[in-house]
């Protein structure tokens, strides 16, 4: 076959490879994938339909619909506490699609992007589809995962150009305080480099109160956002970014290239999503949160250690028990229990000895699944 780029190998999530694998075995119990099982509130989806009949078929803008981004300045001016203009905004398929036209303009073949350690797949394959390096910093296991500002100034180096940090955290469910986020800043305006705030699960946190990096200090920031997570709405492809305007201008030409402009009727319905009313919000926000009582009282229970969460929809529960690391442990539950979960190694090497249980799924679900996780490690336990 004629040859490939270096980017052909590009490794891939083992968030997907778990899924795959599921979806081979029936009757899995999924606990593996961060999409949430709620559907989209009804209003929204009336947006798109109604967007859609009338004939709103059609490209956009390739920064966004003008609407829409008004209704985006308006939001973070209310609800994430920092003012921005409708020109340091883009509308991107997505968090993936904004993050991915970030580190397109941020960073050089060769240049490295510092990324939370345990922290979410997709980084490292941006930044390897960039041609970047994602070098891990070390989140402080001790605190819940929370950050640990000298680490992230130890794995600096002169090639760093961007700093990500992603609060609430998936995979686990650490939540920033003002201090550490102003402190990070601080850091990358002395270093001279941008740092990345991933807020995708800014609406689901269950101890504090969310706070975005660019409201603790001014300094380099740009945040990145999506209505996937908050309103359900994975499969409609639609996120923003906020950075400053030439920032914005040269990340919206990296998107133009791929995707012209996100789906018209998608960014209707992220317009409904914003702008109206929340109340959806609260209800899954509740359901995660008694989906993570009954999931921690189990395992409670069940005796089994986990990293109690304080935000987004994760749990990372303890299987260093079994003796096993976390990959073959995944693949052992779901070959012999049924039960799907990512291995904590996915998200770096610390969160080894985890696996990431996703709340994603109805009580019932979550119940046998950890049932069965508790039968699977003291099977390993006692072997
Ligand atoms: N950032 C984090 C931390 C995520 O967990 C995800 C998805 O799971 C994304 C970004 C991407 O979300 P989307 O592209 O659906 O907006």
């Known amino acids: 076959m004629t040859r490939l780029s270096s980017f052909a190998d590009v490794q891939r999530s083992a968030i997907r490879e778990m899924l795959e694998r599921a979806l081979a075995r029936p009757d899995t119990i999924r606990l593996e994938l961060g999409d949430p099982d709620f559907t989209t509130p009804p209003h929204i989806v009336e947006a798109a339909l109604r967007a859609a009949s009338e004939g709103f078929t059609h490209y956009t803008p390739s920064v966004g619909l003008p609407s829409l981004r008004e209704a985006v300045a308006d939001r973070i001016r209310s609800m994430n506490g920092f003012a921005c203009a409708p020109d340091e905004i883009v509308v991107t398929t997505g968090a993936c699609g904004g993050l991915y036209a970030l580190l397109r303009v941020l960073a050089d073949p060769g240049d490295e992007v510092l990324v939370p350690d345990p922290g979410w797949t997709g980084y490292a394959s941006i930044a390897a589809f960039v041609g970047a390096s994602a070098r891990p910093y070390a989140l402080d296991r001790d605190s819940g995962f929370g950050l640990d500002v000298a680490a992230v100034e130890r794995a600096l180096t002169p090639h760093t150009r961007a700093i990500v940090v992603n609060s609430p955290s998936n995979p686990t469910g650490s939540v920033e305080r003002r201090e550490a986020l102003a402190a ?55 996120g923003y970014l906020v950075a400053p ?3 914005a201008a040269s990340a919206a030409r990296a ?34 949160r008694g989906r993570l009582e009954l999931a921690t009282s189990l395992l409670d229970d069940l005796q089994v250690p986990y990293v109690r969460p304080a935000g987004a929809f994760y749990l990372l529960v303890d ?5 096993v690391d976390s990959r073959t442990f995944a693949l052992a539950l779901l070959d012999a229990h049924g039960v799907a ?16 249980v996703s709340l994603c799924v109805a009580e019932d679900a979550i119940s046998e699944g950890l049932q069965r996780l508790g039968s699977a490690l003291a099977t390993r336990v006692a072997a």
Not at 343 to 353: I, R
Request: glycine share 8%; with cysteine.
């Open 184 to 238: 990070l800043v601080e850091l990358a305006t002395e270093h001279d480099c941008w740092l990345v705030s991933d807020e995708a699960y800014e609406s689901f946190v269950f101890d504090g109160a969310h706070v975005s990096a660019a409201a603790c200090a001014d300094g380099p920031v740009i945040s990145v956002f999506t209505c996937s997570k908050t309103y359900a709405m994975t499969g409609w492809r639609v």
């Open 245 to 247: 305007r030439e920032v």
């Open 255 to 288: 998107q133009e290239a791929v995707v012209s402009s996100v789906s018209s009727v998608s960014q209707k319905a992220a317009e409904a999503a914003l702008t109206g009313p929340q109340d959806a919000v609260a209800e899954m926000r509740a359901a995660y």
């Open 319 to 323: 299987v260093a028990a079994a003796g």
């Open 341 to 356: 979960v990512v291995p904590g190694s996915a998200f770096g090497a610390g969160a080894e000895g985890l696996v990431r």
